[in-house]
T-cell receptor, first 111, second 113 residues
Framework: GQNIDQPTEMTATEGAIVQINCTYQTSGFNGLFWYQQHAGEAPTFLSYNVLDGLEEKGRFSSFLSRSKGYSYLLLKELQMKDSASYLCAVILNNAGNMLTFGGGTRLMVKP | NAGVMQNPRHLVRRRGQEARLRCSPMKGHSHVYWYRQLPEEGLKFMVYLQKENIIDESGMPKERFSAEFPKEGPSILRIQQVVRGDSAAYFC???????????FGQGTRLTVV
């Protein structure tokens, strides 16, 4: 089976830095996505990694290590509006853009 | 360029009725994916379609669920004889080509009473 694991919940303080980890054990790998989802809304794209290393995009960065089956999403200068669920998803193979999701991490940012 | 459009946003059905969920992909996108999200859970892949073809339906329940993406018109996810366990948010995503970023619609929240 496919396993994509991330912590269920995290809490952090406004202005701080938080790292959300994702580990995966899958039968194939063709890239890893991070999405943000506010309650009751659609997931919105944050980042895509297919090669090892760090991708930085403003306050958000995403890291991938394919050999370790590991990724993290780093959020800097946290704002209250960053309170949301963060979804890690893997594309298993070349057949389309079907995403296999982890359970999501619910992040609560406190003042 | 409008995003992925799903309707209705909210749908209430009695047990045993049929539910039809519609998804219009972004302009220029020919690949459509349906996902289900149960309350407090992650998204689960259901089916992947291209125009007039089902490419992968490995996530679809074997009974009562069907999907289509006709040459003209939106993609339809159809659930026959709904049960309470079908209550969930159903999200549609589209992409222009395999490997391209998938954009999600706002979802249809199905409640079975």
């Amino acid at each position: 089976g496919q396993n994509i694991d991330q912590p269920t919940e995290m809490t952090a303080t406004e202005g701080a830095i938080v790292q959300i980890n994702c580990t995966y054990q899958t039968s194939g790998f063709n890239g890893l996505f991070w999405y943000q989802q506010h309650a009751g809304e659609a997931p919105t794209f944050l980042s895509y990694n297919v090669l090892d290393g760090l991708e930085e995009k403003g306050r958000f960065s995403s890291f991938l290590s394919r050999s370790k089956g590991y990724s993290y999403l780093l959020l800097k200068e946290l704002q209250m509006k960053d309170s949301a669920s963060y979804l890690c998803a893997v594309i298993l193979n070349n057949a389309g853009n079907m995403l296999t999701f982890g359970g999501g991490t619910r992040l609560m940012v406190k003042p | 360029n409008a995003g992925v459009m799903q309707n209705p946003r909210h749908l209430v059905r009695r047990r045993g009725q049929e539910a039809r969920l519609r998804c219009s992909p972004m302009k220029g996108h020919s690949h459509v994916y349906w996902y289900r999200q149960l309350p407090e859970e992650g998204l689960k892949f259901m089916v992947y379609l291209q125009k007039e073809n089902i490419i992968d339906e490995s996530g679809m329940p074997k009974e009562r669920f069907s999907a289509e993406f006709p040459k003209e018109g939106p993609s339809i996810l159809r659930i026959q004889q709904v049960v309470r366990g079908d209550s969930a948010a159903y999200f549609c995503a589209s992409s222009p080509e395999h490997g391209g970023e998938a954009f999600f619609g706002q979802g249809t929240r199905l409640t079975v009473v």
